[in-house]
């Protein structure tokens, strides 16, 4: 077995100090934000070893068999890892809010409790009850086509995803990107800067934009390019429970 994973209150110490303000606005202006070493990089290669603990998981996916791209994930089961769910539960307290801020922006109704596990009680009334935070793994050649993670009527509209590897050392390519589709205009691209133990905050399907007569609403979509040497792991952290 390897080392012990971190316990719960570290991590979550680690989510309360970052700077959420400055992540609030970097969310508003586009759509996605980085969270700087939220992961230390330890802790990084202990979580991203539970890959071979299959104990872990509840499912996985080859990607090649679905048109998802190249390269594999697992769904975690329940219970999920202290640290995952440490790290689930304290995003979500500082990410409900915009959730909010921004349902009511783009004219929708949801709203979501403060506490995730009342979220996650909404979802599983509904027949949402597996568990979605997964693990990715990408050796040469394999990528991510640009998706949405969308598993039900129940979503909270922002995800994480935590870079495990080290890039230009454990990996080359491999680069997290995102696509904003604008009412009538061309999509416009972000690649994402992620070194080792940072994060990426972002819309999971949709965003509000403000324009010259309020808000309008964008279509984002994620997705991982080409991993040209090495091996590339990433911790998913959704927030809404699956079929
Ligand atoms: O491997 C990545 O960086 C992207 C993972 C992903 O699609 C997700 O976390 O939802
Ligand atoms: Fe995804």
Not at 73 to 79: K, S
Not at 156 to 176: H, I, M, Y
Not at 218 to 234: K, L, N, P
Request: with cysteine; hydrophobic share 40%.
């Amino acid at each position: 077995m390897s080392a012990a994973l971190d316990p719960g209150e570290a991590v979550a110490a680690r989510v309360d100090a970052l700077d959420w303000n400055g992540i609030s606005a970097g969310l508003d202006a586009r759509g996605w934000a980085v969270l700087p070493g939220l992961i230390a990089p330890g802790e990084c290669r202990r979580i991203a070893a539970l890959y071979d603990d299959g104990g872990r998981f509840r499912s996985r996916v080859v990607m090649a068999r679905h048109g998802f791209g190249q390269g594999e994930y697992q769904y975690l089961a329940y219970p999920l890892p202290e640290p995952v769910s440490a790290l689930r539960d304290a995003l979500y307290l500082h990410l409900a809010p915009l959730a909010d801020r921004w349902n009511a922006a783009m004219g929708l109704d949801i709203r979501y409790p403060a506490r995730h596990a009342d979220f996650l009680a909404r979802c599983h009334a509904a027949g949402q009850v597996r568990p979605t935070p997964l693990l990715l793994q990408y050796g040469p050649g394999d990528h991510n086509c640009l998706h949405q993670d969308l598993y039900g009527e129940h979503v909270f509209p922002l995800q994480v995803a935590v870079l495990l590897s080290r890039p230009g050392e454990d990996f080359t390519g491999g680069e997290f990107v995102l696509t904003e589709q604008r009412p009538r205009m061309q999509s416009r691209p972000f690649v994402v800067p992620l070194a080792q133990g940072d994060a990426v905050a972002f819309a999971v399907s949709q965003r509000p934009v403000r324009g010259t007569r309020g808000f309008y609403r964008t279509v984002m979509r994620h997705g991982v390019s080409e991993v040209r040497d090495g091996q590339r792991h990433t911790l998913g952290v959704i927030f809404h429970d699956a079929r």
